[in-house]
């Protein structure tokens, strides 16, 4: 089963129709039929709230959560291990501390980074990523 990684960009990019947005919905719709598994970082779930509330309000925000809460999206804990390696990533790249737990968590779990963020242009060589 292919594994991938969301961040931010990506669950934005889905939830406004944005560019991306097609590749974005047949990822979920192959975590829906088994043959893909999705991961998001607590940190970046936070942080497509926050942008989410700060540009359309509560309202937005809460329905931008509930729609990602009707599929099989792994949300996983900032814990140690995850933790060190986002900082790492950090000090090492030129990029926002919520973009290190996305990339971190897609080396932890091997999986496919999902972004349009150029951010993450520095990470080409250390993480697999799909561009939207």
Known sequence: MKKYVLDSYALIAYAEGEKGADEVAELLKDSLSGK???????????EMYYIALREGGKERAELYKNTFARYPISIIDAGKELTLQAAQFK???????????????????KATLV???KEFKSMDREIKISWI
């Open 36 to 46: 893909a598994e999705i991961f998001l970082c607590v940190i970046n779930w936070g």
């Open 115 to 117: 972004t349009g963020d």
């Open 91 to 109: 000090a090492a790249h030129k990029m926002s501390y919520a973009d290190a737990f996305a990339a971190a968590l897609a080396k932890i779990k």
